[in-house]
């Protein structure tokens, strides 16, 4: 029987639309570029005949003179992938259609079913959602060609407005997008010597006009053939977890559980559209599902699957597998600690691609759910890999930035009636780079790798592999595969490679040697990018951080065993540490900050909850601890106004910062004073000291005010801190407690619940709190033929061959490590385990989902 290989059942899912692929330009948002980038499936596109592929936010008129397959002439239809909903592209579909104009055929792939589109709060799309929305395509389309044809006497020499707002998107704003779409056309037009005749061609392309939509749901961000997270702007990562109410942590994660589960308008719109797109991975894959679930949302998703695979699946002989669904809130120690994980290091010290587009800021100002944001703000998953220092010669080559001046030529275009000042141009752009630090950075930006995932040595995955392995065995990992590629391209290095840890000593050198040459570049480039991510985040300016942090979480974790005080004081000592190295304006070398201070309380707060579930009166700690800690983040904060961009703080940025700027002046003006004393003219100012009094105050009422609104702000977020603490309360911790140590004599105190789930599943244990999603023909038997000694035994999940798991609300690279060594621990390592999540998470994104923009402080 095949194994189960995500990789290649979404490359199968692209080459089964190869007929629209053919001949077509291939327009991607955001979420599939991500997506597609990290499958490495760009070539694929091009195999399968692709003219071109092009980015849907950023297109452009000069798209359709771009052709990679001049074998049939300028394309005439066009294929969009979506990873959003219809009605949110529509609007950059339209632009498409209206700027290239000779398009007869438009073919658009979404990864939103049309259930997904009808149950959506924000979507105008019903059932039919398809075919309503090929018609209203199409009616739009001809609507603004109609008016292009009556502006385009008017429009004349127009220019192009290439700064195009992206802030009006949306069915229910094409009357704002019209003017600038009718700017493009008529630019196009002009630049047509024959005009009438393209008014002609336009007509009758709007008679033969075909529109079709259908549904591609495997857009997913592979990272091995068994690992995958969505796409971080798509609309299912994009979509709340949780509405704001007293259970509620933050929109992106799920709520709290108390053992009650949504129903009916309460359903948030993630959870409906992460059980579709369960359900169709799981029919893309040919598997039939045993579902089981742990958390209230996570229960959500599985009645939904329950309900949907009892409806369609009645009959259909698949293989059977087990889906585990498990609430990423009953864990959040694990993804907020620096953990011992290669693949989390790179992610964190990496530098991201920005978001593509801004429709979610959009709709998120123009329109709120009554419970929740329409949009959450992920982290992109792309990142940036700088290899500019690896790719370019040494400064006294006069070849120094050929490969940079070639790419360069290649984006401005090449245009042989102005072929000289061409020439000049790249004369002066070389002059740029060999001194200008800002050209060094355009550079930098230009020369960037990203992970792609079937990039492999020798059939080895680099991404499975260093997944599963923790940083320093990751390291040495790497360094051995470029010391194999280096002696597979007969280059020898001067410099001598020490044996055992890989240092940046050891790395730089390698990757220099082996991308020396175009040919060993372009053969080895999977090996280069992966191990220029990995010399930057053992680089000492990232690393130190990172270290720094896993010290604080250890010292945490062991104050935790002892007492509430020593953990209440030493949470108090890196909130006032933090203060310090911030009003010292000094962040090198690992020093941690008010953010990273605030992040360890969280950590501090979750491990109180467990070890000291009754020390206090409403929190794990006394009232006298928590004083001294609010008192210090008061503190911190007055001295520190920057961090009042955090979400609890907000309406008192400018207060703080306007109290900092006066009392910085007020110390200025007393040094000054203080050195400037003339005692002869002191006698003489007596007089100006009761105004100077009353002025004082003033101030110091100012002052307390503004304390005592802070105090405020802090108690609130005291609050959020107590709510922390209680996650284990509500999940029965004590009763894990007991299941884990008689399993057990270690109960796993430094593993995350994923490895204590699997290692408890895997051994046939029961695991506290799992439930069962019986289909409609196993709840008949239950309920009826188990009256006459009919019924179905509960099935267990170790007694299924294949094992998906998919983590609500995100996972992050050490569960996936420890998952895979849970597995090897077992009795069954034969099984095959698929790790899925909504996201993949840092702990800067841990940060941002329970004190940034989306928590519900």
Partial sequence: MATVD??????????????EIRDAIIYLDAGCTESFEILGAFTLFLELGAHAICSLEKMSPLDKVVDWNSTSGPSKKIVVITSRLLSDAHRYILRCLTELQTVCSCAIFTCISETGHSAYPESPLGPDAYREYESLLVQDYEELARKSQMNSSHAGESTVNESTSAEDEGLSQLTTSEEEILNFSSVASAENLYEDSVIDRREDVRKKFKVSVHHFPLVLCPFSPRFFVLPSEGSVAEAYLS???????????PPISTGTTADGEDVPPGATLTAQFLYHLATKMDLKLEIFSLGDTSKTVGKLLTDMSSLYDVGRRKRSAGLLLIDRTLDLLTPCCHGDSLVDRMLSSLPHRERMSSLSQAKSSQSQVKLGPTYLQRSPLTVQIPLDNFLREDTSSPDNFKLVESVEAFLRGWNSRDATSQMADLVNLSAKLGGDMSSQDFQSDLLCGSFVSTENFHGTQYLEAILERRTKDGAVLIKKWLQESLRRENISLTAKIRPGYASKSDLQPMIKALAKSQVSLAKNKGIIQLAAAALFALDESHSAKWDAFNSAEKILNVNAGDTSQSLAAQISDLINKSALVSSLGNNKMGLLTLQDALLLTVVGYILAGENFPSSGTVGPFSWQEEHFMKEAIVDAIVENPTVAKLKFLQGLTQDLEANFNRKSEEKKEDLSNTESIDFDDDWGSW??????????KEQVYDDMQL?????????SLFKFFHKLSSLKKNISFREWSQALSKFNDDPYSNKGLLYKVLSRVLAKYEVPGLEYHSSTVGRLFKSGFGRFGLGQAKPSLADHDVILVFVVGGINGVEVREAQEALSESSRPEVELILGGTTL????DMFELLLGDDCCV
């Fill in 707 to 715: 304390k005592l609104e802070l105090r405020d702000r802090v108690d």
């Fill in 687 to 696: 007089g100006d000291e009761d105004s100077g009094k009353d002025k004082r």
């Fill in 243 to 253: 509405a704001e109410h007293d259970n509620s942590l933050s929109f992106g994660l």
């Fill in 841 to 844: 998470l840092t702990p800067k």
């Fill in 6 to 19: 995500v990789i290649k059942c979404c490359l199968d899912s692209i080459k089964q639309i190869s007929d």
